[in-house]
């Protein structure tokens, strides 16, 4: 890349412009590396609106808008996160797909291996990584024992489309494999539906061969939001609330007469808006060639162990028809 090349801001473009959509749209169109070239949903109406919000074009066609962008994000609803997906990759362009990377773990390996035969970045949209807190806590969290994790939220029929596995637990479940707990070596999981024809509330717990357990709680059914994540290790306690941005870590010590005790020090991160450092972080990666920060295998990787807890969920259902 010649250096007037890697100085013009490169062309983006949105895939779906619903609740997630809208906001890739408006950062594309403030952040100083890239341009909204333009948008395009299956309600063109809607597409006309957020262009217009961003002095950006509608596209009628998925094709007509990869001819004239360098990078998509794509935001349509998870059952077409493949297809669409594969076709963007298929096209030469760089993608940053929503979470999960597909529905099942062919289609993910298959974007994978195309992303790297077209030498494209494939970036997924896990942006609790990119949380303040989570990015302020990351280097106090070393080898953990055990990790409890809670993220609930109420009723929306967005999301539906797939289990609440595929729509919450999937977060949890990439970052419990950024702490490089090793292979899975079991999985227990239950999970029923209740205001969709999906399941709506599930719990896993799952062991790994290092000896490290996570216990995973998800609900889209709840009266009130939650969104924490509990760490313990052999020599420290660590909590995070993704919602408050606050953070602590307990760390045994002792007092003068040598007694055993929990000394706590409190974390609070900046209001920086995650999906703005993600595309950041994404622009950064085609930039510099380098590999996202969440890849695409990452994003199979979560997606391998969404589907070991599903799978053991439907054995849990089929148990207590």
Do not use: W
């Not at 590999?291 to 053991?312: C, I, K």
Request: aromatic content about 4%.
């Amino acid at each position: 890349m010649t250096r007037h090349e890697f100085m013009k801001s490169l062309r983006a473009g949105v895939i779906g412009v619903g609740h997630l959509g809208q906001h890739h749209a408006r950062l594309y169109a403030a952040l100083p590396d890239s341009m909204l070239i333009g948008v395009t949903d299956q309600d063109l109406g809607r597409a006309r609106i957020i262009a217009d919000r961003h002095g950006a074009q509608t596209f009628k066609s998925l094709s007509d808008l990869l001819k004239q962008v360098d990078l998509v994000s794509v935001a349509v609803p998870t059952s077409a996160h493949y297809a669409v997906t594969k076709a963007c990759l298929e096209a030469g362009k760089h993608v940053l797909v929503e979470k999960p990377i597909a529905v099942v773990s062919d289609e993910a390996q298959e974007l994978v291996g195309l992303a790297k035969a077209k030498g494209c970045r494939l970036q997924v949209g896990h942006s609790e990584r990119f949380n303040p807190i989570m990015q302020m806590m990351r280097p106090h969290i070393q080898r953990p024992v055990f990790i409890e994790c809670h993220r609930l939220g109420p009723y929306s029929a967005r999301g539906t489309d797939v289990d609440v596995v595929l729509d919450l637990m999937i977060h949890d479940l990439d970052l419990v494999l950024s702490f490089n707990p090793g292979p899975v070596e079991e999985v227990r999981a239950a999970g029923v539906p209740v205001l969709s024809s999906t399941i709506d509330i599930a719990n896993a717990r799952i062991q790994f061969q290092s000896g490290c357990v996570a216990n995973l709680t998800v609900s889209r059914v709840s009266l009130n939001k939650m969104r924490r994540l509990r760490l313990f290790q052999r020599d420290s306690y660590v909590s995070i609330d993704f919602q408050t941005r606050q953070g602590m870590i307990g760390r045994r010590s002792a007092d003068q007469s040598q007694r055993p005790r929990i000394a706590i020090e409190e974390f609070k991160a900046s209001d920086g808006e995650p999906l703005k450092l993600q595309l950041e972080s994404f622009l950064h990666s085609i930039r510099t060639g380098s590999s996202p920060e969440v890849s695409g295998e990452d994003g199979a990787a979560a997606l391998a162990v969404a589907q070991q807890v599903l799978s053991a969920i439907h054995s849990f259902v089929q148990r207590n028809a």
